[in-house]
C-alpha cells in the first residue's frame, strides 16, 4: 500500500504525538492529518494539523474531504482531563466516536480504522477468568459509567463493521498504561503518599507501558486485523508486590470504609480513584495477548513488573531517563 | 564458674530473641527505615533463623515471584510444613496410586468434593509431592464465590487455587500444568454429613468436555476422610443470604465457637489415584459428543465412588 493517507484524532496527547513522529517517517505513508482541539507540541514536520473537536460536525466535512485511506481513532479519554466534567468525558467518548463513525461513512476512500479502546470493557471481577480472551467482552454487567461508555463505543463499531464490511475495524483494547512521561490512573495512584488497598485483598494487574502501548498502536497501522485485539506487557503483578517495589505505606481499608476514606482524601487534595480503578484494586484484570503476537505481530518488550519496575526507579531517580531495558 | 553458665544461656532462644528485640530497637531509634533495621537485628541470630528473617525483608521489599495467575511457590513452600503437619498427625493420611498421575504434561485430577474450605486440594498436593517421583504442585478450580471473601482469596491463589470456569481450566490444561477439579461443586460442598461419600451429580460433565478438547487424560481420585472433617447437621438459608455464601452450613462447632469453629475435625484420610483414562486419541472435536462425554463421566464418577467405598471399608473407624 504505497502512498497511503492517514488520520488521526486526539494527535496532541502523549500517544498520540508519539504515533505521528513515528507516521511521519514511515516513506509508505504519504500524507498524514492529525485532528486535536489544541494543538500538539511535538515537533511534527510532515503532518497537516487541522484543529477540530470531534464532538462538532466539522468532522463530517473534514474527513470526506481529506480522502484518507485509514483513520486512527486515539481519542477516547480513560478520566475526565483537569477541570472537566465527567459528562464533558462521556461526549468525547461516545458522542465523539459516534461524530466520528458517522463521517466515516459518508468517506468513500476508507479501507481500516484502528481505534485505541480500553481493556476496561471486561471489567474487574472476582470470578472472571485469570486472562480474558478478545471474545470475552460482555460477560457481566456493566458497572461503571466508562465501562459502559466503552461498551458502547464498541458497539457503534461493531455496527459500522457489519455495514461496511470491506472497512477493516480494529478495536485495541488497552490496559492501564505506565510510564515516565504519562499521567495515568496508576502513575497517579504510585504518586499518593500512602497507597490504599482493600483489607485482604491482593489482585492481580497488568499494565502496557508506555513503549509497549505506542510500538502496538504502530504495528497495528502497519497490519490492522478485523475485530478487537488486547494490548498489555506481558504477565501480570500482584498489588501488595507492587506497593512493597513502590516502597511506599499502604493503607488497608476494609471493604465498607475503602469509598468514604478515599472520598475524604480527595477532599484534602489527595489523588481521586476513579470507580473503574477501585474495582481494579480489589479483584484485579488481565488480558490474554495471544491475538495480539500472533495476528498483529507484535510481542510486548515489557513484562508489567519490569515496566513497573523501570518506572519506579526511574522515578525515584536511580535511572536515566530514556534509558531502556529490554524484558 | 559464671562462664560456662553464660554460654549455656547464651544458646537458649529466648535470649536470641531478646537480643534481636534489642537490636532492632536500637537500630529504628538510630533512624534507619524497617527493613535495614530488621537485617540489621538479624545479624545476631543464630545463621538458621537469620537466613529467614533475611528472607523475610527480602519479601518485605518486594522481591518474590508470583506467576501470572498469583501462585507464589515460595509462600507454599513456607507453608509445607504446616500443611505435612495436617497430613501426617492430624489426619495420619495414606496415599495410593500416585504414579496414577503423569509426571509430565497436561493432565485432569477428579475428586469428591466436601466442604468449603479446600482442605481435599491441599492433601491431595502433599499426597503428590511426597510420593511421587517428578513431584508438581498440582493448580484447583475454587468455587468463583471465594474470590469475593477478602483474605481467602490471597491465600488461595498464593497456593494454586483458581476461580472456577471452563476459560480458566481451559487455559491451564493449554499450558500443560496438572489441574485438580471438584465436578459435585457446591452440592459436594453443601451436602449433609448423613449424605457423605455419596457422590453428586458431575454437573453435565463439563471437566470430561475440557480434557476431551485439550486432550489431557483424567485421573479419578477418591479422597476418603474429607467429609468428616465439617459435618454438616444443617444449614441457615437467612445467614446464607446475609453472607452472599452459596449456603451457610452449621457443625457441630460453626458456627458456635466462631473461627475456632473452622478447625477441622481429625479424621483419618485415605488418598487413591485411580488410573488415568486417556482421551487424547479422540480428537479435540469429540468434546462436543454428548454421549462420549456423559459415558466419560459416568465411568469416572463410578470409579470414584467405588475406591471410596474400597477406602472406607479399608480405613474403619473414622476417627481413632
Not at chain 1, 470493557?121 to 460482555?138: H, K, L, V
Not at chain 1, 508486590?241 to 484534602?268: H, T, W
Request: aromatic residues 8%; contains cysteine.
Amino acid at each position: 500500500m504505497a502512498g497511503r493517507r492517514v488520520l488521526i484524532t486526539g494527535v496532541s496527547t502523549h500517544l498520540g504525538a508519539q504515533a505521528a513522529l513515528r507516521l511521519e517517517q514511515d516513506p509508505e505513508i504519504e500524507h498524514l492529518i492529525g485532528v486535536d482541539s489544541a494543538p500538539p507540541t511535538a515537533p511534527l514536520q510532515r503532518m497537516e494539523f487541522i484543529e477540530a473537536d470531534i464532538r462538532e460536525p466539522e468532522m463530517l466535512s473534514i474527513l470526506p474531504e481529506s480522502r484518507v485511506d485509514m483513520v486512527i481513532h486515539n481519542n477516547i479519554l480513560r478520566r475526565p482531563r483537569q477541570g472537566m466534567s465527567p459528562q464533558a468525558a462521556h461526549d468525547i467518548n461516545v458522542i465523539g466516536t459516534l461524530q466520528l463513525l458517522t463521517a466515516c461513512e459518508r468517506a468513500e476512500t476508507i479501507k481500516a480504522i484502528v481505534v485505541r479502546g480500553s481493556a476496561g470493557i471486561y471489567g474487574a471481577e472476582p470470578s472472571a477468568p485469570q486472562f480474558f480472551t478478545e471474545e470475552m467482552a460482555r460477560l457481566y454487567a456493566s458497572r461503571t459509567r466508562f465501562q459502559r461508555d466503552v461498551s458502547e463505543i464498541e458497539a457503534y463499531f461493531e455496527n459500522y463493521a457489519r455495514r461496511r464490511p470491506d472497512v477493516i475495524c480494529t478495536m485495541l483494547r488497552y490496559q492501564p498504561a505506565i510510564g515516565t512521561v504519562l499521567n495515568t490512573q496508576v502513575t497517579r495512584y504510585l504518586a499518593m503518599p500512602v497507597l490504599p488497598t482493600f483489607l485482604g485483598f491482593d489482585p492481580r494487574l497488568q499494565f502496557v507501558h508506555q513503549h509497549d502501548g505506542l510500538e502496538a498502536l504502530v504495528a497495528a497501522v502497519k497490519n490492522p486485523v478485523r475485530g478487537a485485539v488486547n494490548v498489555a506487557s506481558a504477565g501480570t503483578i500482584g498489588l501488595t508486590r507492587m506497593v512493597r517495589l513502590a516502597r511506599k505505606p499502604s493503607l488497608p481499608l476494609p471493604s465498607g470504609l475503602f469509598g468514604s476514606v478515599v472520598d475524604v482524601g480527595r477532599r484534602v487534595g489527595l489523588e481521586s480513584l476513579s470507580d473503574d480503578f477501585r474495582r481494579l484494586l480489589r479483584y484485579g484484570r488481565a488480558v490474554d495477548l495471544r491475538r495480539l503476537t500472533e495476528e498483529v505481530g507484535y510481542r510486548p518488550r515489557y513484562t508489567t513488573t519490569s515496566a513497573l519496575v523501570e518506572y519506579l526507579s526511574m522515578v525515584r531517580g536511580e535511572l536515566a531517563p530514556m534509558h531502556e531495558t529490554a524484558a | 564458674m559464671n562462664s560456662p553458665r553464660q554460654t549455656r544461656v547464651q544458646d537458649l532462644p529466648l535470649t536470641a530473641a531478646i537480643a534481636f528485640m534489642r537490636r532492632f530497637r536500637g537500630a529504628l531509634e538510630s533512624g534507619v527505615e524497617l527493613p535495614i533495621a530488621l537485617s540489621t537485628a538479624a545479624a545476631g541470630l543464630p545463621r538458621s533463623s537469620r537466613a529467614k528473617v533475611e528472607r523475610a525483608v527480602e519479601r518485605l521489599g518486594g522481591d518474590y515471584e508470583e506467576d501470572e495467575w498469583g501462585f507464589d511457590e515460595e509462600f507454599t513452600e513456607a507453608a509445607f510444613p504446616f500443611f505435612e503437619f495436617m497430613y501426617d498427625r492430624w489426619w495420619r493420611t495414606r496415599a495410593k496410586g500416585v504414579n496414577n498421575v503423569p509426571g509430565h504434561g497436561r493432565a485432569l485430577l477428579v475428586a469428591n468434593h466436601a466442604g468449603v474450605v479446600p482442605w481435599d486440594a491441599t492433601m491431595i498436593g502433599v499426597a503428590l509431592l511426597r510420593n511421587h517421583p517428578l513431584p508438581r504442585y498440582p493448580r484447583f478450580l475454587v468455587l468463583n464465590w471465594a474470590f469475593e471473601l477478602p483474605y481467602a482469596s490471597v491465600l488461595l491463589r498464593k497456593v494454586g487455587g483458581v476461580p472456577a470456569s471452563q476459560h480458566n481450566a481451559r487455559h491451564l490444561l493449554e499450558e500443560d500444568q496438572l489441574v485438580a477439579v471438584f465436578p459435585e461443586g457446591v452440592k459436594g460442598a453443601g451436602k449433609d454429613y448423613s449424605q457423605r461419600y455419596r457422590l453428586q451429580r458431575f454437573g453435565r460433565g463439563g471437566y470430561v468436555e475440557l480434557a476431551i478438547a485439550t486432550g489431557a487424560p483424567l485421573v479419578p481420585v477418591a479422597v476418603v476422610g474429607s467429609e468428616e472433617i465439617y459435618p454438616k447437621l444443617g444449614e441457615n438459608r437467612l445467614l446464607a443470604r446475609l453472607s452472599g455464601a452459596p449456603y451457610f452450613p452449621l457443625t457441630p462447632l460453626f458456627p458456635w465457637l466462631g473461627p475456632l469453629g473452622a478447625v477441622p475435625l481429625p479424621s483419618k484420610w485415605r488418598i487413591e489415584f485411580c488410573e488415568a483414562i486417556p482421551t487424547a486419541h479422540y480428537g479435540p472435536d469429540r468434546a462436543n459428543d454428548q454421549r462420549l462425554v456423559l459415558e466419560l463421566s459416568e465411568r469416572v464418577q463410578e470409579t470414584i465412588q467405588q475406591k471410596l467405598y474400597e477406602n472406607l471399608v479399608e480405613r474403619g473407624s473414622a476417627f481413632v
